[in-house]
C-alpha cells in the first residue's frame, strides 16, 4: 500500500529553520502537484504550499519569502524548507499528493493522498 512518510519536525527557536522530508513508500507514481499543509490546535488545516509539474511553485502569503517548497522526482521526495521560523508556524504539517490535476491546490479535498503528519514546534 502508498504512503507519504514525512520526516524532520521537531523543535526550533524563533528565527530557527527546519526542512521537512515526505517519501513516497510502498510503490512509486507521478503526481500532477505535491503540496505541504497544516493545522494548529483548534483551527482548520490550511494550504502551505505547492509545487505542480513543470515547477511552478504556489504559497500561502503568510509563509512566501521563508518557505521554499522543492520535490525530486527521482527519489519520489518532496520538501519544505522552512526559515525565519515564527510561533505562529507552530502546527502539524501534512505533505499531500494530487494525481490528476484539479485546477485549485488550496484545497484539501483536492488531494489524494496524505501522510500522517509531523509535528513543528517554534518555541520564543
Known amino acids: 500500500q502508498v504512503q507519504l512518510v514525512e520526516s524532520g519536525g521537531g523543535l526550533v527557536q524563533v528565527g530557527g529553520s527546519l526542512k521537512l522530508s515526505c517519501a513516497v513508500s510502498?510503490?512509486?507514481?507521478?503526481?500532477?502537484?505535491v503540496a505541504w499543509f497544516r493545522q494548529a490546535p483548534g483551527k482548520e488545516r490550511e494550504f502551505v504550499a505547492a509545487?505542480?509539474?513543470?515547477?511552478?511553485?504556489y504559497y500561502a502569503d503568510s509563509v512566501k519569502g521563508r518557505f521554499t517548497i522543492s520535490r525530486d522526482n527521482a527519489k519520489n521526495t518532496q520538501y519544505l524548507q522552512m526559515s525565519s521560523l515564527k510561533p505562529e508556524d507552530t502546527a502539524v504539517y501534512y505533505c499531500?499528493?494530487?494525481?490528476?490535476?484539479?485546477?485549485?491546490?488550496?484545497?484539501?479535498?483536492?488531494?489524494?493522498?496524505w501522510g500522517q503528519g509531523t509535528q513543528v514546534t517554534v518555541s520564543s
Open positions: 499531500a499528493h494530487q494525481i490528476h490535476s484539479r485546477g485549485n491546490f488550496y484545497y484539501t479535498g483536492n488531494y489524494d493522498y
Open positions: 510502498g510503490g512509486t507514481f507521478s503526481s500532477y502537484a
Open positions: 509545487v505542480r509539474t513543470g515547477g511552478s511553485t
